[in-house]
């Protein structure tokens, strides 16, 4: 067989774009299941022609299907799998159509058969490759002028400095950084322009710098170059006799003022020792009479806490070896029973703190040590609370949970989930987790309402997920398991559309999971909307997926 011809078989199933082909496609040459170009071709016992992989979705569950030419006289003509053939003169036909370049966007003129467009693309030199400074997408043929003479980040000599400067860069170079770059004083010295690197110490002694009079300090706000504030001070001495005079006033009235702030200090921190005496001595009392009451409640509150943790470890010991609903139902109780009396004690412990040690004290007044106990004590019972609301979640797992490879999916609102899959709002749903056994596999179901990939906007996507779950170190791997997926027939109950899968080994998908899940694997093209969006398939705004996992062959652990 033409080396060719198997290659493109293969890429004809895997490929999730389809050329540009030059003329338009003949009628004979277009799938009738999922109106693309045929896939690896193959024949119906009546002549008709189908992708391979539209096959398997017309049987289902039966061992009989018809042909799904729809046209002014249908065909209709029902065929086994044994009746169905590669079609080896459609696909040569199809190989030898004339197809556009991937890149004939970019510029390229190639017009080739099609058996021969992927070894083009491989060197085709409008293939864009990325600029590797500045990340931009750019036809191989057009990088190196690119790089030379349009690349944001190519390199060039600063006039000034010679120093190499990035293109994009070199404004704020100039502006801030080249040490060369000739300045004006900004003083407005006349005729003096110098080098960024020089212009630090000009400043520094500057005759146009502008400086402060020397009486600053006591009020004076003249500003100007040296000379007029040599002159400013010999002129102005009545002025700055004037500042003196009123900077000394306000002196001593500031001292005062400090004085009398003083003496007041001393007296409020006299009274303050008092207090802090009298403090100290009551604490001292309080203590003295509060240490029993503590006492009595530290013994009481780790004798309840004892006894409820150890029916939360028994409770979770039942959890592990007795997940049974009769068994859950008990623990639920148990629970209910549990939460009354972490009630009950956090009541009490309220009580004891608004009466606090003598019965009608406030918290504030209770000695700091009393306070921490009674703080660890509601940590405790927090530290419960939390436990308890996560054994509520896995009761609500197990009572959902599958352990024999087999999911049952109802989705509801299929058509406000699907428009919310078109305006991009949410374009996937997760199913519950199911399991092959209880310590077997973890997996879920993906779907994409609106579709994925070569499906997307036309189709019902459908992928299978393995997940990591608690017991992956003791099953093998990769996953090996037989994997069929399913939309069920909710009208006669016999036409369900199935696809099944054997699990490729060397796929990531099925290799051991190091993140919460693998990527998704299945079928972009499971079902087309215009024959999903019957009562067959839809009712009630409802549709039911079924995912069935072969758990043969596994050991039992």
Known sequence: MDKSLTSLGSSLLTSTELPHFVEKLPPKYVCPVCNFVLRNAMQLQCGHQICE????????EDETATCPVNTDEECEEPFT???????MCTRREIMLLQVYCSYSGEGCQEIL???NLQKHTEICEFKPVECEDCHEKIPQNKLLAHKESECSYRIIVCEHCSHNVPFCQMQSHIDHECPEYPLNCPNGCENVTLKRSEME??????????????????????????????????????????????????????????????????????ELKSIVQELRQENQRLKEE????????TKDMKKKLVTLTERLINLERMFEHQPKKEVLEKQEQVINSLREDLRVSQEQITQIERAGPSGGGTEAA??????????????QMAIQD??????????????????????????????????????????SLYSQPFYTSRTGYKMCARVYLNGDGMGKGTHLSLFFVVMRGEYDALLPWPFQQKVSLMLLDQDNFRRHVCDTFQPDTTSSSFKRPTTEMNVATGCPLFISHSVLETKT?????????????????????
């Open 537 to 557: 398939y839809l009712k009630d705004d409802t549709i039911f997926i079924k995912v069935k996992v072969d758990t043969s062959n596994i050991p039992v652990l």
């Open 290 to 297: 509060i240490q029993p009451l503590v006492k009595s409640l």
């Open 53 to 60: 992989p539209c096959i398997d979705p017309l049987f289902g």
């Open 81 to 87: 799998k044994n009746e169905v053939y590669k079609d």
């Open 386 to 427: 939390i436990r308890l609301a996560e054994l509520d979640l896995r009761f609500q797992v197990l009572e959902t949970a599958s352990y024999d490879g087999i999911l049952m999916w109802k989705i509801r609102d299929y058509s406000r989930r699907k428009q919310e899959a078109k305006s991009g709002r949410t374009l």
């Open 201 to 270: 110490n000009h400043l520094q002694s500057c005759p146009k710098r502008p400086i402060p009079c020397g009486y600053k300090t006591i009020g004076c706000t003249y500003v100007n170059v040296v000379k007029e504030v040599e002159k400013h001070q010999a002129t102005a001495t009545d002025h700055h006799l004037m500042l003196v005079m009123s900077f000394s006033g306000q002196t001593s009235d500031q001292n005062k003022a400090v004085q009398e702030e003083i003496e007041k200090s001393k007296k409020e921190t006299e």
């Open 113 to 115: 058969q099609w058996r």
């Open 366 to 379: 209770m000695p700091q040590e009393v306070r921490n106990q009674l703080k660890n004590n509601e940590k």
